[in-house]
């Protein structure tokens, strides 16, 4: 099957005459090979004589066999003989609503999943897929004949009884199967097959049944065949939703498709003609398709372009077996042709979170039309198509892998699984649906988040990683990292830099959280307007529940509140400090002990940058002979040095207490204020004075001028400001602008 086509007649059950009219035009060397259609219901008539004889394989399953073998030529065939056997045997007299014998289903789901390149297990356990269900066969029967591993694909994909669950059986059926999918995505493979034949027969059911599982297959199964990387499943499954769902846009696609292939001439031929040329020129072997796109992509690019052209209808295919020629092929299309840049994407460097690799390109034609170029190898091909099912069996050691080079071949000798898949979003799935308080919630928060259909990587700075959705934000992130203990974060560094728990990260991005050392934190309500992912909202919405009237925070202290001035209208906060201790610490010398070069000047300390010992220091005079003191790497310097004044040599004398102004930016919270007073003196500063900048996104910012009995102990006051929990930088005040 194609990844990027599908036979236009596979909406059968709604437009079964749509075949001949729809297949767009091309060269029949150009067309993949593919095998007569299969007649289920001869099969099924040949299914009720009984089964084969002992060791023969029955003929039933000759056409599974030999899609079987053009993948795997080694393969044991002894259990798919023995498991259409049981199959055939338990469902005798069952029927289809079609009318056909109900074998045919897992018949067809089988040959589905055997040209896709599934392994012996997965047919064998397909073939069995329903007989628990339907049958009187259990699941111990299926582990004496077959083995563990078909046992619990069986099981996996085995639906809930209404009886016991009512109207709850649905949501928790797919919530067992995905659980079970987290340790074989071989299940899910299964489902997908089976909803693609049950799609295909559609046309029984009765129209509104056919419309509700059309949307569950939209919603659910879908994106889940888009995650695991089945492309070939997944397009078709698109275009038998198209068809119920949207008849008209459906039927009007279809007279699209139809009138480009009965048009002269088509521009896909002949650009793949040259592109043979241009290869065949450069000595590298490669393969050129022509690839028709399916229902759904002709329509969304209808929408987008307005009207069609022969180009639109279609892209190029160029298959080579060497990564390196992948790029090779690409220099001589963009040196050849005239190349569409900003179409030019490289999921080969950069794969897709579904497996995916390819080089997209596009070309130019002199009539201005564009056609879309796919570059990849026969490997990345195999897995663009079949995605997870071309890994095989997760548990195979590297000698076995299906695919040299793939993912799967690396696997652990422990057993552990090899799946790429399993880290990334159905790791996080996995973990949010446990905590999903009951069927409907589950339900709904898993068609939001199948909704979600890019996923971006975030680095730790321990060189952790992790997979967040597009959009995600710092909160995302943290319940992503800790789980529930996340109630407790109160901020983030994205990049080396301070951020709100708001912002959205973007792939690529390293991000430390930072965690308030309080137990009694709580998350906010406002954290609901940024949680992207279920996780986050769930964790989020659970506590709130439990704790009615908590999360109400705005995430400063009330100390802090932001005041308007009455002078200018802005707000401020000022120190809790006692009006006394202020004043009596402002009447304290406000210069620390400064020798001059300019003897009898009085010198003053400048109030930009605050210098206290230690610091390398220089002087300059001002207005009414005094000298001002200020840091060497103060801004002001420069700008005092630039019209030529002079600088004074100062140096420090002996000093004792000096006074000191400090910025110390933070993350709101209760009690920050009375913390930072707290952790300020004990190690003996006085606070002269304090204000609190009006919070931003639940960031403030702090400035104490600050006396100190002794300059060594600056070092030790800075230390203890940044342990208060919710402080995370601290530094000399730093004002640019002309001395006074």
């Known amino acids: 099957m194609s990844a990027e086509a599908t036979n236009p007649a596979t909406p059968g059950p709604v437009a079964p005459t749509a075949a001949a009219a729809t297949t767009p035009a091309v060269p029949r060397a150009d067309r993949r090979k593919s095998r007569p259609r299969i007649d ?20 039933a399953i000759s056409h599974v066999v030999e899609a079987h073998r053009a993948h795997h030529p080694d393969a044991d065939l002894d259990p798919l003989r023995r498991a259409y056997v049981l199959a055939e045997s338990s469902h005798r007299g069952q029927m289809r609503k079609s009318g056909e014998p109900y074998i045919t289903h897992p018949l067809a789901v089988t040959l589905i999943l055997a040209e896709l390149g599934a392994e012996t297990t997965t047919l064998t356990a397909s073939l069995l897929h329903d007989t628990v269900e339907d049958t009187d066969v259990t699941l111990d029967q299926v582990r004496e004949q077959f083995g563990e591993e078909v046992r619990y694909l069986v099981d996996g ?14 949501p928790e059926t797919f919530r067992k199967m995905l659980v079970a999918t987290g340790s074989d995505v071989r299940v899910m493979s299964i489902k997908l097959a089976d909803r693609l034949h049950n799609m295909r027969t559609l046309g029984v059911m009765r129209p509104e049944k056919q419309a509700r599982i059309a949307k569950v297959t939209r919603d659910v199964l879908i994106p889940l065949a888009e995650r695991l990387g089945v492309q070939a499943l997944k397009t078709e499954l698109e275009d038998l939703v198209f068809a119920i769902l949207h008849p008209d846009e459906y039927e009007h696609t279809r007279e699209l498709i139809a009138g480009n292939a009965a048009r002269r001439g088509d521009p896909l031929a002949e650009v793949a003609d040259e592109v043979r040329g ?20 002709v329509h969304r690019v209808a929408r987008k372009r307005g009207r069609l052209r022969g180009a639109d209808f279609g892209r190029l295919l160029v298959l080579v077996h060497e990564d390196a020629d992948c790029y090779g092929v690409l220099g001589e299309l963009h040196t050849c042709m005239t190349p569409v840049v900003s179409e030019f994407k490289d999921f080969i460097a950069v794969p897709k979170f579904n497996l995916y690799q390819s080089l997209h390109t596009a070309v130019a034609r002199p009539d201005g039309q564009v056609v879309e170029v796919l570059i990849r190898t026969h490997q990345m091909h195999k897995v663009a198509e079949a995605g997870v099912v071309a890994l095989g069996n997760p548990y195979a050691p590297a000698s076995e892998a299906p695919l040299s080079g793939s993912p799967a071949s690396d696997a652990p000798a422990d057993g552990e699984r090899a799946d790429p898949t399993r880290p990334g979003w159905l790791s996080r799935l996995l973990d949010w649906q446990r905590a999903a308080p009951d069927p409907d919630t589950f339900w709904s928060t898993l068609r939001e988040d199948l909704a979600q259909d890019r996923e971006i990587t975030v680095f730790r700075p321990d060189g952790g990683t992790l997979g967040l959705p597009e959009g995600a934000s710092c909160v995302d992130a943290a319940y992503a990292q800790y789980g529930e203990d996340a109630h407790a974060c109160i901020g983030a560094r994205v990049n080396g830099r301070l951020a709100t728990l708001s912002t959205v990260l973007r792939d690529g991005d390293t991000v430390q959280l930072l965690m308030g050392q309080d137990p009694a934190s709580e998350p906010s309500r406002e954290w609901l307007e940024h949680a992207h992912t279920p996780a986050a909202r769930i964790a989020i919405q659970r506590w709130l529940a439990a704790h009615p009237g908590g999360g109400t925070g705005s995430g400063t202290d009330e100390a802090t509140a932001p005041r308007p001035d009455p002078a200018d209208g802005t707000a401020t906060a000022e120190s809790t400090a006692p009006e006394s201790t202020a004043r009596e610490s402002a009447a304290r010398s406000r210069s620390a002990d400064v020798l001059s070069d300019r003897p009898g000047a009085t010198v003053r300390l400048a109030g930009c940058c605050t210098p206290v010992p230690p610091d390398e220091i220089t002087g300059f005079a001002v207005r009414g002979g005094v000298v001002t003191v200020h840091r060497l790497e103060c801004a002001t310097v420069a700008q005092m040095k630039s019209p030529g ?29 009375a913390d930072l007073t707290e952790a300020i003196s004990s190690t003996g500063a006085d606070i002269v004075s304090a204000t609190v900048e009006p919070p931003t996104q639940q960031r403030v910012r702090h400035t104490y001028t600050l006396q100190l009995p002794d300059a060594a102990r600056l070092p030790a006051l800075m230390r203890a400001m940044r342990d208060v929990p919710g402080v995370y930088d601290v530094a000399r005040a730093q004002h640019p602008g002309p001395a006074s």
Do not use: C, M, N
């Not at 004889?53 to 029955?58: D, E, F, Q």
């Not at 020129?281 to 229902?295: K, N, S, T």
């Not at 004044?645 to 204020?673: K, M, Y």
């Open 40 to 59: 289920l219901r001869r099969l099924g008539r040949a299914a009720l004589l009984g089964p084969a004889v002992r060791g023969k394989l029955p003929d």
């Open 278 to 297: 241009v290869l065949r020129e450069a000595d590298i072997q490669a393969e050129v398709l022509i690839r028709p796109r399916h229902f759904v992509s």
């Open 645 to 673: 004044r002079a600088e004074i040599g100062v140096r420090w004398g002996d000093t004792t207490e000096i006074r000191v102004t400090l910025v110390a930016e933070s993350f709101g919270r209760p009690h920050l204020l």
């Open 157 to 170: 994909v085995t639906k809930l009884e209404k009886v016991d669950y009512g109207a709850a059986a649905e």
